[in-house]
């Protein structure tokens, strides 16, 4: 009995690590908090040369644990305010008081500041473009003059496990391990596919076009999949399940190329004639998704990420704990997909066979 334990590991090994890789994703992956974050300040607007009181709304902070609250209104890389004066209202609400200068060294009626606070508990948390102020008198040598720069320095980093807080996605950052996974496994099994269909075309043999046909229909599942997960996300973050947004839509004709693969199949009784023009019609099929999915999409602009100047997996949302789950996920469901397509694999097979003997 030991003997066999171990020969069904020997030969499954994959499918087992595959399982522990997503059951992995899914408890560390939602278990694991995101750092302190701000979510929103009011009022988002002030005028130069008046005091603005900003309330400031926290997210997992422990503002009333802090000893060294600090605050600063920051104009660019070398400007910024500190706050007056900031107040402790609870754990995630404080008061913050900044005197705005008369002047503010910019030409421009109207000007962004970003928030910063910052503390020995939480950390340093950012909002980009907390507070627009409106100048009463663009005067941007006076502005120089009256500016009182206050550098941002020795900010506390966050000391524990945690996901990167960021804007508008919040919590819905755990998504990239399904929907951004669920993709990239898609590509995988679509790779295999076409590979598969490249073989059946030098050799003819059957079980090619039958590997090639499971690896499609799983990387298309996993496909729709990814456009359902990311229609979610567009909700939360986009605030519309779909938009006329290029990628989402080059997405779409996609997957629907990828299921005309089936219907043309569907259409011929000749198992060689289906496994031939099925074979042809997956290779242009993969050949056209790189232009409608890395290539269409940069050529304008874009909302989702990795397009249209909107960068995508990079530094800003992608740290080091979230590589931590997102690079195990991608392998755990790219086996749970190899596994359902041997699956259908060895269905196709019987069924072929079975109607093989039948002639």
């Known amino acids: 009995m030991l003997e066999l334990r171990k020969t069904y590991i020997m030969k499954h090994w994959w499918k087992i690590v595959g399982i522990l890789l997503v059951l992995y994703t899914l408890i560390i992956g939602m278990i694991v908090p995101l750092k302190p974050g701000i979510p929103n300040v009011s009022p988002s607007n002030g005028e130069t040369g008046t005091q603005i009181r900003l309330s400031v709304q926290g997210y997992n902070t422990h503002y009333e644990e802090a000893k060294e609250l600090r605050a600063w209104l920051k104009l660019d890389q070398e400007r ?4 007056d004066k900031i107040t402790v209202q609870s754990p995630t609400t404080l008061e913050a008081i900044f005197t705005i200068p008369k002047n503010l060294p910019s030409d421009k009626k109207v000007v962004p500041l970003a928030l910063i606070t910052d503390n020995e508990v939480d950390g340093a948390s950012v909002l980009p473009s907390a507070v627009f102020i409106t100048q009463k008198n663009i005067q ?3 502005g120089e003059a009256l500016w009182k720069n206050s550098p941002i320095s020795n900010l506390h980093e966050y000391k524990g496990m945690a996901f990167p807080y960021r804007n508008i996605l919040a919590e819905t950052i755990r998504n990239t391990y399904f929907h951004v996974s669920l993709w990239f496994g898609m590509f995988l099994l679509l790779i295999g596919s076409v590979v598969y269909s490249f073989r059946y075309l030098w050799k003819f043999r059957v079980e090619d076009d039958l590997r090639s046909k499971s690896l499609t229909g ?6 729709l999949l990814g456009c359902a997960t990311g229609a979610i996300w567009a909700k939360h973050t986009w605030g519309t399940y779909w938009t006329t947004d290029v990628k989402l839509n080059m997405a779409a004709v996609a997957m629907l190329i990828y299921l005309a693969y089936f219907v043309l199949r569907g259409s011929f009784q000749d198992e060689t004639k289906k496994a031939r023009i099925g074979a042809v019609y997956n290779i242009f099929a993969f050949a056209a998704m790189f232009p409608l ?4 999409p940069r050529l304008t602009d874009s909302l989702h990420p990795g397009n249209g100047g909107n960068p995508g ?3 800003e949302d992608l740290d080091n704990t979230l590589r931590m789950i997102f690079y195990p996920s991608i392998i755990g ?3 749970i997909g190899l596994w359902m397509a041997n699956l259908l694999y060895r269905t196709d097979l019987l069924q072929y066979r079975l109607l093989e003997d039948d002639y």
């Open 293 to 296: 999915l890395f290539v269409i």
């Open 333 to 335: 469901w790219t086996l």
């Open 80 to 83: 910024s305010l500190i706050a």
């Open 313 to 315: 997996l990079g530094g």
């Open 140 to 142: 941007k040598e006076m």
């Open 218 to 223: 799983v990387g298309v599942v996993f496909g």
